[in-house]
Each structure stands twice: as structure tokens, then as C-alpha cells.
């Protein structure tokens, strides 16, 4: 069964599937802060991005890149919601398939976080699953 949570992160995702921006960008605040680590680098420290225009901008990039990201789970935890994607495709930071683990932050309906993890570990630990 799925919670409003967990249903807003995967319409927002599928949005984002079909190309639908505008429609993706009606789940994130205006003001979101995300967080994502530099691709190709072990050792990167979180950058912290503000708002959504940055955010969309950052979709229109990977891609012009030809990569594509594809859903793998979703896990709601109260207004923290695990989303688990694989990124397809090749670019001089991915060879392949490449994990990723983020923390999305609920608010009144709408994404106002989005924290990127190195591991599922991480991601089950900032989100208050045991």
C-alpha cells in the first residue's frame, strides 16, 4: 500500500520519465534544497544546490547527456522517502549503471529536500529506518 508520501515521489518521478517538467516541478517547492555528489569522484563531498529552477536545469543536463535515470524502489518513512534509481547510459563519469540512493523530505504535500546518499545504508539510517 502507498502512502500520499510515496505516491507524490512517484508521480513526480514519472513526470520526469515521460519529459513532463512542468509537471514535476508542480511536487517540488520553490525553495527546495538538494544535495548530490560530483559524479566520478570516491571521495566528493555533498554540494548543496538551492531551489528548483537549479534542479531543472540539472534534469536538462543529464539529459543532453544521454542518460537516463530509471526507478527502482520507492520507501516511505513518515515525511522521508527513500528513492532508489539506476542511471543508464555513458558519460566520461559513468560507465554503465550507476546506483543512486537520495533522501526526499515531505512538506505540505510538496519535495523540499532531496539529500543524495553514498549507500542504501545511509540513506535507511538519515531517513530513521533502522
Known amino acids: 500500500m502507498c502512502n500520499q508520501n510515496e505516491w ?9 520519465d515521460r519529459g ?3 509537471r514535476m516541478l508542480e511536487f ?7 544535495t548530490y555528489f560530483e559524479p566520478g569522484l570516491d571521495d566528493a563531498r555533498p554540494q548543496v544546490c538551492g531551489g528548483r529552477e537549479e534542479l531543472e536545469q540539472a534534469v ?11 526507478l527502482e ?6 515525511d522521508q522517502v527513500i528513492l532508489v534509481t539506476r542511471t543508464t547510459g555513458l558519460d566520461r563519469y559513468r560507465q554503465g ?7 526526499v523530505t515531505m512538506r505540505d504535500g510538496l519535495i ?3 539529500h543524495a546518499c553514498r549507500d542504501r545504508s545511509e540513506a535507511r539510517s538519515l531517513a530513521g529506518i533502522g
Open 8 to 16: 507524490i515521489v512517484r508521480e513526480a518521478f514519472l513526470a520526469y
Open 28 to 34: 517540488i517547492d520553490p525553495d527546495l534544497e538538494w
Open 97 to 103: 549503471d550507476d546506483r543512486s540512493y537520495d533522501v
Open 60 to 70: 536538462r543536463r543529464q539529459v543532453q547527456r544521454g542518460l537516463r535515470v530509471e
Open 20 to 22: 513532463d517538467d512542468a
Open 73 to 78: 524502489e520507492v520507501v516511505a518513512a513518515g
Open 112 to 114: 523540499v529536500g532531496l
